[in-house]
């Protein structure tokens, strides 16, 4: 399983970007997808997850500002972003977990970085 992440940059507080994690290889067994995220000096978080039954998850920091979407055809799992504050400044990783055998495997893409500064 391979993910590409893209979508970051530079954006103002207040405003609004979507990030785009395409997926390929072999997609069978997925349980979930998600986002997380990670400041310099901080651990990696959780911003939001969404299973294959279509169950979602928000970090307490992003809720109402962040929706998480898959688009199934393409493969591809996004996440909306508005209302952008400093604070949501970090380089972003698409996550995948697959469950084959009893066995919970996760995959990471390379990560995007996000920046939100005037």
């Known amino acids: 399983v391979q993910l590409q992440a893209s979508g970051g940059g530079l954006v103002r507080p207040g405003g609004s970007l979507s990030l785009s994690c395409a997926a390929s290889g072999s997609l069978f067994s997925i349980i979930g997808m998600g986002w997380y995220r990670q400041a310099p000096g901080k651990q990696r978080e959780m911003v939001a997850a969404i299973s294959t039954g279509g169950s979602v998850a928000y970090g307490d920091s992003v809720k109402g500002r962040f929706t998480i979407a898959r688009d199934d055809p393409k493969n591809t799992l996004l996440l909306h972003m508005q209302s952008l504050k400093p604070d949501d400044t970090a380089i972003y990783y698409c996550?995948?977990?697959?469950?084959?055998?009893?066995?919970?495997?996760?995959?990471w893409g390379q990560g995007t970085q996000v920046t939100v500064s005037s």
């Open positions: 996550n995948l977990d697959t469950l084959v055998s009893g066995i919970i495997k996760e995959y």
